[in-house]
């Protein structure tokens, strides 16, 4: 009987994961087109809803909205959803028009426009290189490359800022990160990180920059980071769904996290401060409008970012770099891929344009999540290159089977540690008897040791666990954080932790009872 029900939770996970292999799949082998493709990855995937959008050579391709958000609502072309991180691309506009205009110098100190900035925790940790021109004016122009003479400066410059090549330090910009802590201050990047790492130094991408930037901003013209947005970028081009004060618009969109395959609310908002970074909210129609200018730009723009200007929005901002304003470059074979997006509270968003070709993407979702920012959102804009340059896609990987196989997995996992918490009476009792007959108190000392071994790792992985995950990535984290990052996973984790050491508590409890008895 005892080893039954050691084999028991083994035995429910080896059937559910049978009953889910051999669940018939979805949709047909290859994708032809994209209504289908993202028709059906939606319920592949596991996601709440989202709204995607794709134009090429000026004009929608195409349109659609699935699903709904944290309420329930339906989603919408014009549904207002937060932008996350690629809040930078429009911040990252409005700061290239502003250089535009002279009202700021990309090469100019910081400092000059935040003259209050302290000197700790600003620092240049990569080359800049001199204040000349990266990029002329063609729009097919190339990177230049890397100089590898450059002399190493201190100076932090507008263009340092803008083009994440600064280590920011949270504690030394409190005004700045205060309001959302930890993973919502810093954004970890998996790319840098192993670079940086491989490389010997740490460069991590921080939301800070953007949130700077944008004070920077104010300061410089004397106005509103918002009211900025909205008279040189959002009203000429007729983003009229679009805001850096979410409060002046109706129906934005309620945010959902995702628990195993199911979705809940987010009732949290993103503070004011925080917009040029991640707290612009948008709808893909509006998004598409400025992809659709950037990438087939017309003969006759709009003053503060004129056609010929466009290009230089995403080529690096310093030599060998591989982000421009708010956006990340990755050169391939044939062409760039200019991308962005994130999660932030409950919503996340990919957008991708190919400038060769005049294509451009935006995916927004009600639903956040690293898995969602950094999985499913990528492999949909992958799926969607790929339908729309080779003509087809395969499927994508069934993430919401693995989902469902590690919520049934850890949900019996938990269980069962509750089953042994219940019957720790029952397992003592057997280790004393197996004392008795055997006269050999070793086996039980090993036994006890691995019980009170067990309590004390538990406790302290739940104590240090913000605090290992902070160090791995280089920022401070709280336990919001962590169930932020992926709720599902980090909810299980601190049950199982608890459950665990409670488990080998009331086991121990009741061997001090029987010893004393």
Request: with cysteine; proline share 6%.
């Amino acid at each position: 009987m005892r080893w039954f029900r050691k084999l028991l939770p083994w035995l429910v996970i080896a059937a559910a994961l049978a009953v889910i292999v051999y669940l018939p799949d979805l949709g047909p082998e290859r994708y032809t087109d994209l209504a289908t493709m993202f028709r059906t990855e939606k319920t592949r995937q596991a996601n709440a809803g989202f709204s995607v959008t794709v134009c090429r050579n000026g004009a929608i391709l195409y349109q659609e909205s699935f699903g709904h958000d944290g309420k329930g609502q339906p989603l919408a072309k014009d549904t207002p959803m937060y932008f996350g991180p690629s809040s930078e691309i429009l911040s990252g506009a409005l700061l290239y028009s502003l250089s535009l205009s002279g009202s700021m110098s990309l090469d100019e100190d910081i400092r000059k426009y935040l003259p209050e900035l302290p000197a700790t925790g600003l620092r240049s940790i990569k080359p800049l290189g001199k204040a000349e021109e990266v990029l002329n004016h063609d729009q097919s122009a190339a990177p230049t490359p890397v100089e590898k003479d450059i002399v190493q400066t201190e100076a932090v410059t507008v263009r340092a800022l803008a083009s994440h090549s600064i280590n920011l330090s949270d504690k030394a910009f409190k005004s700045f990160g205060s309001s959302i802590s930890g993973l919502e201050a810093g954004e970890f990047d998996p790319e840098q990180y192993l670079r940086s790492r491989l490389g010997g130094e740490i460069l991590l991408r921080s939301r800070l920059s953007y949130r700077i930037l944008g004070t920077a901003m104010e300061n410089a013209e004397k106005a509103k980071f918002d009211e900025l947005l909205s008279s040189r970028l959002l009203i000429p081009l007729g983003m009229h769904g679009t805001t850096a004060r979410p409060d002046s618009l109706q129906g934005v969109a309620i945010g959902s996290g995702l628990f195993f395959g199911f979705s809940f609310p987010y009732s949290s908002r993103v503070p004011y401060i925080a917009a040029p970074a991640d707290g612009i909210v948008t709808t893909s129609d509006d998004v598409a409008t400025f992809l659709r200018y950037i990438t087939a730009p017309p003969a006759k723009g709009i003053a503060s970012l004129p056609p010929w200007s466009v290009a230089k929005l995403y080529q690096p901002l310093v030599p060998g770099g591989d982000t421009g304003f708010g956006w990340r470059i990755a050169t391939r074979k044939d062409d760039r891929e200019i991308f962005q997006g994130g999660s932030i509270e409950g919503f996340s968003s990919r957008v991708v344009i190919w400038p060769e070709r005049n294509v451009g993407i935006v995916i927004l979702s009600a639903q956040g999540g690293v898995i969602q920012s950094n999985v499913v959102l990528p492999w949909l804009a992958l799926a969607a290159e790929r339908i729309i340059f080779s003509g087809s896609s395969p499927k994508l990987f069934p993430l919401s089977r693995l989902l469902v196989i590690a919520g049934i997995s850890l949900f019996v996992y938990i269980v069962s540690l509750l089953l042994q918490t219940a019957t720790a009476n029952s397992w003592t009792k057997e280790l004393r008897d197996r004392k008795e007959l055997s006269r050999n108190a070793i086996h039980e000392r090993i036994i006890l040791a691995r019980t009170v071994a067990g309590i004390a790792l538990r406790f302290g992985a739940f104590a240090l666990a913000p605090l290992l995950i902070g160090r791995l990535i280089g920022r401070p984290v709280v336990y919001h954080d962590l169930m932020t990052m992926e709720p599902g996973f980090g909810a299980f984790f601190i049950i199982a932790m608890v459950a665990g050491a409670l488990r080998n508590c009331a086991r121990l409890a009741w061997f001090v009872h029987l010893e004393r008895g």
